[in-house]
């Protein structure tokens, strides 16, 4: 048999699984109906998955077989979740690799949320292209589930193996402070020493003394945080040799020494983040000094008006030396003069990783406060704020189209829904609001997914609802920014005709923080519920 002839041959076997519907619905509130199909929900041939996100319950997975009913009904109730709705092609193989339990492991619950994220976002989908990612994702989803849920096999070397690694990983974790080599823990595994490491590393995504290393530093991160013991007897009971080692390493792993980790978990540690105090008042730390520049001022959103400001856009940072910083936080985009000129004032951290995904900025800041627990509160505070407003403005919005522009005095930048610019992720990714671009001119967006928008270009612009922001960049005048809404085919555009044209502050919409992220939704539902 050949290779097309056993394709075919296996394709003919193929386990298929067909999303339904889903629906995500907000506690307390009656069920949404569903967007593309309106089957009986009843069908007893359907299997149905239930994804608390809130509430006691957040975190459990539950899954509805045919002819089965749940006795969690009232917990569901009080509590957000996705309701994911799919049947089966009929084959007896897709039949057995459905668990045969109601509650499933899903874990990390983040991946999981991730994909129902994503299939949620597409539940309206037309396009071949939009279809066919739908039914990639929800197989994703289900091997996702199926991989943590399926028995476990009794006679495959492998999982004696992988047990043998999960053993010594617990060795680690109950015997930190000895002196612990990766021959003695190959051994404990029952792994041979050339296998031990590759396998470990496949289990963890670190080699054995770089895990070990990091449950050490976890674990002093705990003592700091707690207790006021000397720094010598911390680097001991952590299984470090010397204090000098434990300093060293700690500032290595964290980003910051031992005392000032301790400092900035009580609210001592004074910091200078230019342009990244979002992400540090998010952690609950105040700067000791705050971003201001000439044309645009401060974030006035953050509500720090008490804070000095610094004018990192002069290009001096000596200036920081007044404010006695224990750490400078910098973003990877100066020269090294600066570099060199904090330095000289204090600790300087440069988060080196460029990145337009706030969530994995917030998570870096974090590690180096060691408030990952906080970070991780606020994203998920900020998915479910997310998640509620794209529900309401679903109901409301129906087919209507937004558009978001920047204009300056000679420039009018349009924001699409491609781009990975800081207003498009919110307000066509978190929140699921329509585009609308002017027809003919969107094909000259650049990467970031905007595109300058001329004057004779505004009459295709037939969004209805405009968002707009006043950038003083290029004004040599004050207001001349403002000249465009004097202009006829501004005023002949429906928004404006209709008076569905929302003004919003520049540096909210114009950062990328959990903050003024946050800030942006509640602009959204300002101006359109």
Same mark, same amino acid.
């Given at each position: 048999?050949?290779?097309?002839?056993?394709?075919?041959? &296996?394709?003919?076997?193929?386990?298929?699984?067909?999303?339904?519907?889903?629906?995500?619905?907000?506690?307390?509130?009656?069920?949404?109906?569903?967007?593309? +199909?309106?089957?009986?929900?009843?069908?007893?041939?359907?299997?149905?998955?239930?994804?608390?996100?809130?509430?006691?319950?957040?975190?459990?997975?539950?899954?509805?077989?045919?002819?089965?009913?749940?006795?969690?009904?009232?917990?569901?109730?009080?509590?957000?979740?996705?309701?994911?709705?799919?049947?089966?092609?009929?084959?007896?193989?897709?039949?057995?690799?459905?668990?045969?339990?109601?509650?499933?492991?899903?874990?990390?619950?983040?991946?999981?949320?991730?994909?129902?994220?994503?299939?949620?976002?597409?539940?309206?989908?037309?396009?071949?292209?939009?279809?066919?990612?739908?039914?990639?994702?929800?197989?994703?989803?289900?091997?996702?589930?199926?991989?943590?849920?399926?028995?476990?096999?009794?006679?495959?070397?492998?999982?004696?193996?992988?047990?043998?690694?999960?053993?010594?990983?617990?060795?680690?974790?109950?015997?930190?402070?000895?002196?612990?080599?990766?021959?003695?823990?190959?051994?404990?595994?029952?792994?041979?020493?050339?296998?031990?490491?590759?396998?470990?590393?496949?289990?963890?995504?670190?080699?054995?003394?770089?895990?070990?290393?990091?449950?050490?530093?976890?674990?002093?991160?705990?003592?700091?945080?707690?207790?006021?013991?000397?720094?010598?007897?911390?680097?001991?009971?952590?299984?470090?040799?010397?204090?000098?080692?434990?300093?060293?390493?700690?500032?290595?792993?964290?980003?910051?020494?031992?005392?000032?980790?301790?400092?900035?978990?009580? &609210?001592?540690?004074?910091?200078?983040?230019?342009?990244?105090? +979002?992400?540090?008042?998010?952690?609950?730390?105040?700067?000791?000094?705050?971003?201001?520049?000439?044309?645009?001022?401060?974030?006035?959103?953050?509500?720090?008006?008490?804070?000095?400001?610094?004018?990192?856009?002069?290009?001096?940072?000596?200036?920081?030396?007044?404010?006695?910083?224990?750490?400078?936080?910098?973003?990877?985009?100066?020269?090294?003069?600066?570099?060199?000129?904090?330095?000289?004032?204090?600790?300087?951290?440069?988060?080196?990783?460029?990145?337009?995904?706030?969530?994995?900025?917030?998570?870096?800041?974090?590690?180096?406060?060691?408030?990952?627990?906080?970070?991780?509160?606020?994203?998920?505070?900020?998915?479910?704020?997310?998640?509620?407003?794209?529900?309401?403005?679903?109901?409301?919005?129906?087919?209507?189209?937004?558009?978001?522009?920047?204009?300056?005095?000679?420039?009018?930048?349009?924001?699409?829904?491609?781009?990975?610019?800081?207003?498009?992720?919110?307000?066509?990714?978190?929140?699921?609001?329509?585009?609308?671009?002017?027809?003919?001119?969107?094909?000259?967006?650049?990467?970031?997914?905007?595109?300058?928008?001329?004057?004779?270009?505004?009459?295709?612009?037939?969004?209805?609802?405009?968002?707009?922001?006043?950038?003083?960049?290029?004004?040599?005048?004050? &207001?001349?920014?403002?000249?465009?809404?004097?202009?006829?085919?501004?005023?002949?555009?429906?928004?404006?005709?209709?008076?569905?044209?929302?003004?919003?502050?520049?540096?909210?919409?114009?950062?990328?923080?959990?903050?003024?992220?946050?800030?942006?939704?509640?602009?959204?539902?300002?101006?359109?519920?």
């Amino acid at each position: 048999m050949d290779i097309e002839q056993r394709n075919q041959a &296996g394709t003919a076997r193929a386990v298929q699984y067909v999303l339904q519907s889903i629906r995500f619905n907000v506690a307390g509130e009656q069920a949404e109906v569903n967007d593309w +199909d309106d089957r009986d929900r009843n069908d007893k041939e359907d299997y149905e998955l239930i994804i608390l996100t809130s509430g006691s319950g957040q975190g459990k997975c539950y899954l509805q077989r045919p002819g089965r009913s749940l006795s969690v009904n009232q917990e569901i109730m009080n509590c957000s979740h996705y309701r994911v709705c799919f049947a089966t092609n009929g084959s007896t193989t897709a039949s057995s690799l459905m668990p045969d339990k109601y509650e499933l492991v899903c874990s990390p619950f983040a991946k999981m949320i991730e994909l129902l994220d994503e299939l949620y976002g597409l539940r309206e989908a037309s396009e071949e292209l939009e279809l066919f990612q739908r039914f990639v994702r929800f197989q994703e989803l289900l091997l996702f589930l199926f991989r943590q849920n399926a028995p476990a096999s009794e006679d495959d070397g492998m999982d004696i193996e992988r047990q043998g690694i999960e053993l010594s990983i617990e060795h680690i974790h109950q015997y930190y402070r000895e002196l612990l080599t990766v021959e003695e823990l190959a051994s404990l595994a029952g792994v041979d020493r050339w296998k031990y490491t590759r396998l470990f590393k496949e289990a963890t995504g670190q080699v054995p003394l770089q895990y070990l290393n990091e449950v050490r530093i976890n674990q002093a991160k705990k003592w700091l945080a707690s207790a006021d013991d000397k720094l010598l007897d911390i680097a001991l009971n952590a299984g470090f040799n010397n204090e000098y080692y434990f300093n060293r390493r700690f500032k290595q792993t964290v980003g910051i020494s031992p005392g000032q980790y301790r400092r900035s978990r009580k &609210g001592q540690l004074r910091v200078v983040a230019p342009y990244l105090e +979002d992400f540090i008042v998010a952690l609950d730390i105040q700067p000791i000094a705050q971003y201001w520049h000439a044309k645009w001022g401060k974030q006035d959103y953050l509500g720090l008006n008490h804070i000095p400001t610094f004018d990192e856009n002069g290009g001096n940072f000596d200036a920081l030396s007044s404010y006695n910083p224990d750490l400078i936080l910098l973003m990877d985009r100066y020269e090294q003069q600066q570099y060199a000129q904090c330095r000289r004032i204090s600790n300087t951290c440069i988060l080196r990783e460029q990145t337009n995904n706030w969530r994995t900025l917030l998570h870096t800041v974090a590690d180096y406060f060691g408030r990952t627990e906080l970070a991780d509160d606020a994203i998920a505070k900020y998915d479910s704020k997310a998640r509620i407003a794209s529900h309401s403005l679903s109901q409301m919005m129906k087919s209507e189209t937004v558009t978001f522009l920047r204009i300056s005095a000679d420039h009018i930048i349009q924001y699409t829904e491609e781009g990975q610019g800081f207003v498009s992720t919110v307000l066509y990714g978190d929140v699921g609001l329509r585009s609308h671009a002017a027809v003919g001119v969107a094909s000259k967006a650049n990467r970031a997914g905007m595109f300058n928008l001329s004057l004779d270009d505004l009459h295709r612009l037939n969004a209805d609802h405009l968002f707009i922001t006043f950038d003083k960049w290029h004004s040599q005048a004050e &207001g001349k920014e403002r000249e465009l809404l004097e202009q006829p085919e501004w005023l002949d555009l429906p928004a404006v005709r209709n008076n569905r044209v929302y003004e919003v502050d520049f540096l909210t919409w114009m950062n990328n923080g959990i903050i003024s992220n946050g800030k942006k939704i509640d602009d959204i539902l300002r101006s359109l519920a």
